[in-house]
């Protein structure tokens, strides 16, 4: 591991731990991966994180070993043959009297297990206290964000290429999948989307063996995945020529989308950049079209804090990526959706996605 990120995690552990007294707990049990991977860089597929005031812990069984100590060399890394007996040796029954855990990660099973084995009371439930952990991303995170846009993008432009009638939806996400890993992508962000005609009305549709036609709407929701870092874009196309219907509802959707982000910067309630971009719908007839929020939180997952919609209580933050993506769904006619991915600034945001989203004809 580079010193770099080395400290960039130091500095995480030190966020986490300023927050300790105000929790009323002496250290916090980790046991979702993405918020290991986030605090420790160990990538395995299970494992438990112990931040404390003096150090991380953390505990791993033996096919792990090796690689957290290669990963995360800043961490005390020790091996368990039995995961609660594991986590009971390293809290101590000295060491920390009040220990927060993530509720929203730990089954009731789990949760009675430990409860056995501690004392009474010092198991403490954190919920919305971790809310958030990950949604200010510094310079590292960002550079690996725009990697990621920077793959699916070219993924994209290649896929564009043959797209045309006959070809089936499935065929067009099992390209763009191909694409992406070919040109580094470790996995696809989320199984992508490619709905065509009367799909498009589906906001998360599965793409079938439905056959494109000449005047296909073609909506592609997709994302690029590196070093855990996830890119989410959405563009809506048409396939040979869009009538005066599609393109007024287009320039709807375009105009939400443009408002919206023109509004993105740090201390902005996220329910107020939903509420832009509703209320330009609304005012157009199509707001019960509009079926899911504004937009998103990326970074290691494709979905994480902030969310931008009317019940968030969030405020934009400098260093946040957010996604802005209104749509209208018009059922047993098509939909559109225009997605891009933002990094927030104090005066205002910067678009990381790269495709124009102009109304583009195939």
């Known amino acids: 591991m ?13 966020r986490l731990l300023e927050r300790l007294p105000r929790l009323g707990v002496d250290a916090i049990l980790f046991f979702e991966m993405t918020n290991i991977r986030y605090l420790t860089g160990f990538t395995g597929s299970d494992g438990v994180f112990i931040l404390r005031p003096d150090k991380g812990v953390l505990l791993v069984d033996g096919r792990y070993i090796t690689q957290a100590g290669e990963e995360s060399p800043q961490c005390e890394v020790v091996q368990y043959r039995d995961k609660i007996g594991g986590i009971v040796s390293a809290l101590g029954e000295k060491e920390a009297k009040r220990t927060g855990f993530e509720a929203a990660a730990v089954s009731v099973e789990l949760h009675e297990k430990l409860r056995g084995k501690l004392a009474p009371g010092k198991l403490i439930p954190l919920t919305e206290a971790l809310t958030g952990l990950r949604s200010v991303k510094d310079d590292r995170e960002v550079s690996l964000l725009r990697k990621a846009v920077d793959i699916a993008t070219e993924a994209l432009l290649q896929v564009i290429a043959w797209i045309g009638p006959g070809v089936e939806e499935r065929m067009i996400a099992l390209e763009m999948d191909y694409r992406m890993g070919a040109l580094g992508s470790e996995a696809t962000s989320f199984p992508t989307i490619v709905a065509s005609g009367m799909n498009t009305a589906l906001p998360h549709a599965r793409p079938g063996f439905r056959k494109l036609e000449d005047g296909d709407a073609v909506v592609m929701d997709f994302g690029a995945v590196h070093a855990g870092y996830r890119s989410d874009e959405t563009c809506t196309f048409v396939l040979g020529g869009a009538d005066k219907k599609f393109r007024e509802v287009y320039a709807i959707v375009k105009d939400a989308h443009d408002r919206a982000i023109e509004a993105v910067r740090a201390g902005v ?10 209320r330009v719908i609304d005012k157009k007839g199509y707001g019960l079209h509009f079926s899911h929020g504004t937009g998103h939180g990326v970074g290691l997952d494709v979905h994480e804090a902030p969310r ?3 019940v968030s209580d969030q405020v934009l933050e400098a260093g946040m ?18 997605e891009d991915m933002v990094l927030v600034k104090e005066d205002g945001c910067e678009i990381l996605t790269k495709m124009s989203k102009e109304l583009k004809i195939i």
């Open 2 to 14: 580079i010193v770099a990120e080395a400290t960039a995690y130091r500095r995480r552990f030190d």
């Open 308 to 310: 931008l919609a009317a």
């Open 321 to 338: 990526v957010v996604t802005i993506e209104p749509g209208i769904y018009l059922p047993g006619h098509w939909g559109v959706r225009i």
């Open 269 to 278: 309630p996220c329910r107020e950049i939903d509420r832009i971009a509703r």
